[in-house]
């Protein structure tokens, strides 16, 4: 935090810090995700997006858990590097910066909780339907 005006540092840090519960929730819903649309395809439900449908289809749900877990590592790493950004040149292209990243989380935690959601809905439809358990 060499060289950033005494004034600005505590903006950075509560925007780090609020960075930081976004790329835990991210990593929460992912994990949400993981494990309902698991229990969905264990209960007999198709996976509904295409993109997920073929990564389990050609690797596996192994390979599916490596990728959502490689995309939460390639989110954190973005993390870190805008934290770096706002720490070692603080100013308006910083802000603009963190503001992206922190929106880009928000948006991918939504999608992602609308996404368990509804792989909950398909859970409980299957389970009150009779499918094989």
Same mark, same amino acid.
């Given at each position: 935090?060499?060289?950033?005006?005494?004034?600005?540092?505590?903006?950075?840090?509560?925007?780090?810090?609020?960075?930081?519960?976004?790329?835990?929730?991210?990593?929460?819903?992912?994990?949400?995700?993981?494990?309902?649309?698991?229990?969905?395809?264990?209960?007999?439900?198709?996976?509904?997006?295409?993109?997920?449908?073929?990564?389990?289809?050609?690797?596996?749900?192994?390979?599916?858990?490596?990728?959502?877990?490689?995309?939460?590592?390639?989110?954190? &790493? %973005?993390? =870190?590097? !805008?934290?770096?950004?706002?720490? #070692? *040149?603080? @100013?308006?292209? $910083?802000?603009? +910066?963190?503001?992206?990243?922190?929106? &880009? %989380?928000? =948006?991918? !935690?939504?999608?992602?909780?609308? #996404? *368990?959601? @509804?792989?909950? $809905?398909?859970? +409980?439809?299957?389970?009150?339907?009779?499918?094989?358990?």
């Amino acid at each position: 935090m060499a060289g950033a005006p005494i004034g600005r540092l505590p903006g950075l840090v509560r925007q780090s810090r609020r960075l930081a519960v976004w790329l835990g929730l991210l990593g929460l819903a992912e994990l949400t995700d993981l494990v309902t649309t698991h229990a969905d395809r264990l209960k007999g439900g198709a996976e509904a997006n295409g993109v997920a449908w073929f990564a389990m289809a050609t690797g596996g749900p192994g390979f599916f858990w490596t990728i959502k877990l490689v995309l939460v590592a390639a989110m954190a &790493a %973005l993390v =870190l590097l !805008v934290i770096r950004f706002g720490r #070692s *040149s603080p @100013g308006h292209r $910083a802000a603009v +910066a963190s503001r992206f990243t922190t929106r &880009a %989380l928000q =948006l991918c !935690v939504v999608a992602l909780t609308i #996404s *368990s959601i @509804g792989n909950l $809905a398909v859970l +409980a439809w299957l389970a009150s339907t009779g499918s094989r358990s």
